[in-house]
């Protein structure tokens, strides 16, 4: 499919300048520095004298899991600005899009621990770049995933290929009692894996990948809050029912015949040999 490409960032941006937004996290940054600095230079003559007030407001605490006070602040501060702004740019630019279910998780970790590359336009491409090259990687990755989530106890799923249909356990949460008392709420990790799909059968019918913002999610939400157990999509057909179980019905079996074949590329004689 692709192979890894040199891009343009700004390309992939364009409502807003991407030189703009590294050179504003660098000022912000060094104002950030100047004004601790200023701060310790009026702290520390009271120190001196006894008067503790001020180092006890800027110091840790609950709110506050490093002092103003300390030089260690910096690093807290740019992190938590370039998480902040890597998870806007890798949004605005829809590289988020090329993930599968795993690569979201591992992203949203790395934001959320501030464990992302320093914000400089030189890691942005780098990091653009190496998304884009490894796009085949993430396809086939989320079609042996969604594989994997089948659960085989039950006749429809096949546990070498995709037949016409599946059905996945757990496909929504379901709490409560009795029949009248149940609650059912939509699962991420299910929309999520229905979302690589989506992908999956979108690049095999030639077109364009589906944004993440539009996700399954927001497809199955609407209906599970009207209670409706039903919906049906582009590429298949879904009803889930109070148990939790979810049947997925495929509408293009030649589509699912090149699912069939990444599943048969990587687990070489998975596929049952024909009659």
Known sequence: MLSTIELNPQDLVPSVSIEA????????????????QAVEDHVKPLEAVGIHGPSVMLGRGSANPVSMLDPEADDFVRKTIDSSAWAYLMNESGLRTFFDATARKEWDAKVYNHEVPPLTLENIRFTFEAIHGARDEYFDRGVIAVFKRLSW???????????????????VDV?????????????????????DLVRIFSLLDGKPEPDHRGAMYHAISPSITAKVQSIDLEYFSI??????????????????DRLNSIIAKHYPGALPEPR
């Open 239 to 256: 009803r889930w029912f109070l148990k939790g179980t979810g049947h997925i019905t495929f509408k293009r079996p030649e589509l699912v």
């Open 21 to 36: 937004i590294v050179r504003r996290r660098d000022a912000l940054i060094a104002a950030y520095r100047q004004l601790r």
């Open 175 to 195: 709490w409560g009692g009795t029949r009248n008392q149940k609650y059912i709420s939509t699962s991420h990790t299910t929309t999520n894996e229905l979302d």
């Open 153 to 171: 106890d039950y006749k429809t799923n096949q546990p070498f290929k995709f037949g016409k249909r599946i059905i996945m356990t757990r496909f």
